[in-house]
């Protein structure tokens, strides 16, 4: 009997790279063997495109997440305003960055930006685990007159407190690292506008500067802290900004 169609799901983008010749041959003849194949946003179409899927076997089939788990509900909100004391972070804006603390996701960079503006109105809220930790917490220290705030790694089931406590949710990844970025799905599911590089997957599909949240080039200097003061200056005129 003839074999079973094989239908090939991924999320991989070429943003910010080109693949090599090799890579091109070896994906076009992996690809071609496919009856279907499923991309999950924009970026990832135009990857499929380029290893010369055509548009008849290419279909969309998104990323999601669970939309009960993280949408508000009062007990979440009672429990994100009792975090927000516990953190002694009184009435600022808050920024969150939540995920793996890895160079490629680049927590680094936002610290930085943080303290460049030095906003006194506004707090960054660090929450997740892995080898940047001991050089963000140091950068911290030497800025004690910042609110800066550390929350250990968290299992699904407390994020969302984690992302109703935020005013601003942050992915500044970079490279192709950051192939879709399903936090910022669970963000805005809990109505928090998200900032993100031009680098992560889900960008196009999500994020739009000005309407649903905020986008930096991430190969240039300074724009992440420039896209963040834009984005707590819209914060600081209305605290919902953007909010879904």
């Not at 649903?212 to 420039?226: I, K, M, N, Q, Y």
């Amino acid at each position: 009997r003839p074999p079973a169609p094989l239908v090939f799901r991924g999320d991989s983008h070429l943003l910010g790279h080109q693949p090599s010749l090799l890579k091109r041959i070896v994906l076009r003849r992996l690809f071609a063997r496919c009856a279907a194949v499923t991309y999950v946003g924009a970026a990832n179409r135009d990857y499929f495109r380029t290893f010369g899927v055509p548009e008849e076997r290419l279909h969309f089939a998104p990323h999601c997440v669970d939309a009960a788990h993280f949408t508000r509900t009062p007990a979440i909100e009672a429990a994100a305003a009792r975090l927000r004391t516990e953190l002694e972070l009184g009435s600022r804006r808050v920024v969150l960055f939540a995920g793996k603390l890895l160079p490629a996701k680049q927590p680094g960079a936002l610290l930085d930006a943080f303290v460049k503006l030095a906003p006194h109105d506004a707090a960054l809220v660090i929450a997740g685990d892995g080898p940047e930790l001991p050089a963000l917490q140091a950068v911290a220290a030497r800025h004690p007159e910042l609110a800066i705030r550390f929350l250990p790694f968290a299992n699904q089931s407390e994020m969302p407190v984690r992302y109703a406590l935020a005013d601003l949710f942050v992915l500044p990844s970079r490279g192709i690292y950051e192939t879709w970025g399903l936090a910022v799905n669970e963000a805005m599911h809990l109505g928090v506008p998200c900032l993100v590089s031009d680098r992560v997957g889900c960008q196009r599909d999500l994020v739009t500067e000005g309407e649903t949240g905020w986008v930096f080039p991430a190969t240039e200097p300074d724009a992440l802290s420039g896209a963040l003061g834009r984005a707590l200056e819209a914060l600081r005129g209305d605290p919902t900004a953007l909010r879904q």
